[in-house]
């Protein structure tokens, strides 16, 4: 590549740009700058040339042209050994560029305010910032490129380790960086445009992903699946794509899938509650005062199940509840939860069979508020998008359709019950009693069969119990084999032509049936 020996500079993150330029200057780079970026160097002691002494034309219009000029862009793009390029720059008076360093105007900060208009947006289009860019990155095996303070050290350090000179896995590495980085850019301010075009519509003609790797994992659902951990990192809400993982082993494909289900459900809760996760579905989950208690409450739903189980936690994981959970005959994968006291880290460290195996991971303290992301469910060739199943108040508009009104413990399960359910995968039937779940019946063809599981792994337990449905019941059937069970109150959308029928029925057995007017299906 050869010596660096010109840079130029102009940036909106001004952070380090000082202290960069003068590294630069002390190892006799000659720096070139604009505006804002030139006065921030000059105050630092540091000569700086304006953009405007190199190409013989004065910033104008505002700032929106300064930097579109063949002395810029041939001093960056020209193939140093190449002859014809060299006769170029000589008969044109170009001078080699051999550093930039940009970043782009704030546009997605810009357009995040409430009170933006169209006309501040445009403003904060970068045009030159961009194409410097490019033009350096595509040149990248003789110019350095750097968009990121934190890159400034790394090209110091080896400038100054080899007299002037970046590598070649560096410059690289920094151009593909560019590229990124511009291509993150152009999307964001093509949503902005398109959103402004379909104002009032809310899915834009095109849909732009953009996920950074985070783990390559071991393999997939199966061991002859490749498989990696990608996450938006723009999402900051309590989640496993932004926990931080205290110990244990590394997660796999389904750990990850099943994290995410045991935090979404206790999610739901404002009081303690703890989810016990097999395959996406909840084995077991409850809610109460104590942890300890609510965990003890959460196994029992169904035991044989648990083990082997992710946790999940809405408060912070004490050691009494984790010296619980690391009882002897019993083991889980993973636990997810706010935080974990010291002292529960160390038990769950120390205990046999668990402190090299068991995952601990946490979110920081979970509130109410969530993301405004959809939900996506890709099928081959494309992708099906939708709102989160998220409802602010989830028993609003709750009605009584039978003779009997619910008692108060009744109605307190049901809504337990209601909230469980829309986790399970449908066709879902759950019992629950004394703020827990006592038995899933899950992604069953017919209503009847999942009603029928629930049954037997509730066993004697369903007696004085409530049935939770995530969509109506079409017949009386499923409804009662739960009250043969010995259910008492049931909650459903309802909206079935038969709804007359099944309260009918409800009726006869003195059952309490209270209506949501939604449903909760989870294929």
């Given at each position: 590549?050869?010596?660096?020996?010109?840079?130029l500079?102009s940036?909106t993150?001004?952070?380090?740009?000082?202290?960069?330029?003068?590294?630069?200057?002390k190892?006799?780079?000659?720096?070139?700058?604009?505006?804002?970026?030139?006065?921030?160097?000059?105050e630092a002691?540091?000569?700086?040339?304006?953009?405007?002494?190199?190409?013989g034309?004065?910033e104008?219009?505002?700032?929106?042209?300064?930097?579109l000029?063949?002395?810029?862009?041939g001093?960056?793009?020209?193939?140093?050994?190449?002859?014809?390029h060299?006769?170029?720059?000589?008969e044109?008076?170009?001078?080699?560029?051999?550093?930039v360093?940009?970043?782009?105007?704030?546009?997605?900060?810009?357009?995040?305010?409430?009170?933006?208009?169209?006309?501040e947006?445009?403003?904060?289009i970068?045009?030159?910032?961009?194409?410097?860019?490019r033009?350096?990155?595509?040149n990248?095996?003789?110019?350095?490129?750097?968009?990121?303070?934190?890159?400034?050290?790394?090209?110091?350090?080896?400038?100054?380790?080899?007299?002037?000179?970046?590598?070649t896995?560096?410059?690289?590495?920094?151009?593909?960086?560019?590229?990124?980085?511009?291509a993150?850019?152009?999307?964001?301010?093509?949503?902005y445009?398109?959103?402004?075009?379909?104002a009032?519509?809310?899915?834009?003609?095109?849909?732009?992903?953009?996920?950074?790797?985070?783990?390559?994992?071991?393999?997939g659902?199966?061991?002859?699946?490749t498989?990696?951990?990608?996450?938006d990192?723009?999402?900051?809400?309590?989640?496993?794509s932004?926990a931080?993982?205290?110990?244990?082993?590394?997660?796999?494909?389904?750990?990850i899938?099943?994290i995410n289900?045991?935090?979404?459900?206790?999610?739901?809760?404002?009081?303690?509650?703890?989810?016990?996760?097999?395959?996406?579905?909840?084995?077991?989950?409850?809610?109460?005062?104590?942890?300890?208690?609510?965990?003890?409450?959460?196994?029992?739903?169904?035991?044989?199940?648990?083990?082997?189980?992710?946790?999940g936690?809405?408060?912070?994981?004490?050691p009494e509840?984790?010296?619980?959970?690391?009882?002897?005959d019993?083991f889980?994968?993973?636990?997810?939860?706010p935080?974990?006291?010291?002292?529960a880290?160390?038990?769950?460290?120390?205990k046999?069979?668990?402190?090299?195996?068991v995952?601990?991971?946490?979110?920081?303290e979970?509130?109410?508020?969530?993301?405004?992301?959809?939900?996506?469910?890709?099928v081959?060739?494309?992708?099906?998008?939708?709102?989160?199943?998220?409802?602010?108040?989830?028993?609003?508009?709750?009605?009584t359709?039978?003779?009997?009104e619910?008692s108060a413990?009744?109605?307190?399960?049901?809504?337990?019950?209601?909230?469980i359910?829309?986790?399970?995968?449908?066709n879902?039937?759950?019992?629950?009693?004394?703020?827990a779940?006592?038995?899933a019946?899950?992604?069953q063809?017919?209503?009847v069969?999942?009603?029928?599981?629930?049954?037997?792994k509730?066993?004697?337990?369903?007696?004085?119990?409530v049935?939770?449905?995530?969509?109506?019941?079409?017949?009386?059937d499923a409804?009662?084999?739960?009250?043969?069970?010995?259910?008492t109150?049931?909650?459903?959308?309802?909206?079935?032509?038969?709804?007359?029928?099944?309260?009918e029925?409800?009726?006869?057995?003195?059952?309490?049936?209270?209506?949501?007017g939604?449903?909760h299906?989870?294929?």
């Amino acid at each position: 590549m050869g010596k660096i020996k010109r840079a130029l500079i102009s940036v909106t993150d001004k952070s380090g740009v000082a202290e960069f330029a003068s590294e630069l200057a002390k190892m006799g780079v000659d720096i070139v700058s604009t505006g804002g970026t030139a006065r921030v160097i000059r105050e630092a002691g540091v000569e700086v040339k304006d953009i405007s002494e190199i190409t013989g034309f004065p910033e104008m219009m505002d700032g929106r042209v300064k930097t579109l000029h063949p002395l810029v862009h041939g001093g960056l793009l020209n193939v140093r050994d190449n002859a014809d390029h060299r006769k170029a720059m000589e008969e044109n008076n170009i001078e080699d560029i051999d550093l930039v360093c940009v970043n782009l105007y704030r546009f997605e900060q810009t357009v995040a305010k409430p009170d933006v208009d169209i006309d501040e947006a445009i403003e904060n289009i970068d045009i030159g910032g961009p194409s410097m860019l490019r033009s350096a990155a595509k040149n990248w095996k003789y110019v350095t490129v750097v968009t990121d303070p934190a890159d400034y050290e790394v090209v110091l350090a080896e400038m100054k380790a080899s007299g002037g000179e970046t590598t070649t896995e560096t410059r690289k590495r920094l151009a593909a960086r560019v590229f990124a980085v511009t291509a993150h850019y152009d999307s964001a301010i093509a949503d902005y445009l398109e959103g402004e075009l379909a104002a009032g519509e809310e899915f834009a003609p095109t849909l732009r992903l953009e996920l950074d790797c985070r783990q390559v994992l071991r393999y997939g659902e199966n061991p002859h699946q490749t498989a990696a951990f990608y996450v938006d990192a723009t999402v900051a809400e309590p989640s496993v794509s932004t926990a931080r993982q205290l110990s244990g082993k590394d997660l796999s494909f389904n750990n990850i899938i099943d994290i995410n289900a045991a935090l979404e459900i206790v999610k739901d809760f404002a009081d303690p509650a703890i989810s016990v996760i097999k395959h996406t579905n909840p084995c077991g989950a409850a809610t109460g005062s104590d942890l300890v208690e609510v965990y003890k409450a959460a196994y029992a739903g169904d035991p044989v199940s648990a083990f082997g189980s992710i946790v999940g936690v809405n408060r912070p994981v004490t050691p009494e509840l984790a010296d619980e959970i690391a009882s002897p005959d019993r083991f889980v994968e993973a636990i997810i939860a706010p935080s974990f006291d010291k002292e529960a880290v160390k038990v769950l460290q120390t205990k046999p069979k668990w402190g090299k195996n068991v995952r601990l991971l946490e979110v920081g303290e979970m509130g109410s508020a969530r993301d405004a992301e959809y939900d996506m469910k890709r099928v081959v060739g494309g992708l099906v998008l939708q709102g989160r199943d998220t409802v602010a108040d989830e028993f609003a508009d709750l009605k009584t359709a039978t003779k009997r009104e619910p008692s108060a413990q009744e109605l307190a399960d049901l809504k337990f019950g209601w909230i469980i359910c829309k986790h399970v995968k449908s066709n879902a039937v759950v019992l629950a009693k004394d703020g827990a779940l006592l038995g899933a019946g899950a992604g069953q063809m017919s209503r009847v069969d999942s009603a029928m599981i629930a049954v037997r792994k509730a066993g004697e337990r369903a007696k004085g119990s409530v049935v939770a449905s995530d969509a109506f019941f079409p017949f009386p059937d499923a409804l009662m084999v739960c009250a043969d069970a010995g259910a008492t109150a049931a909650i459903q959308p309802g909206g079935a032509k038969n709804d007359p029928v099944v309260i009918e029925a409800a009726d006869d057995r003195d059952l309490a049936m209270v209506l949501t007017g939604m449903r909760h299906f989870k294929h």
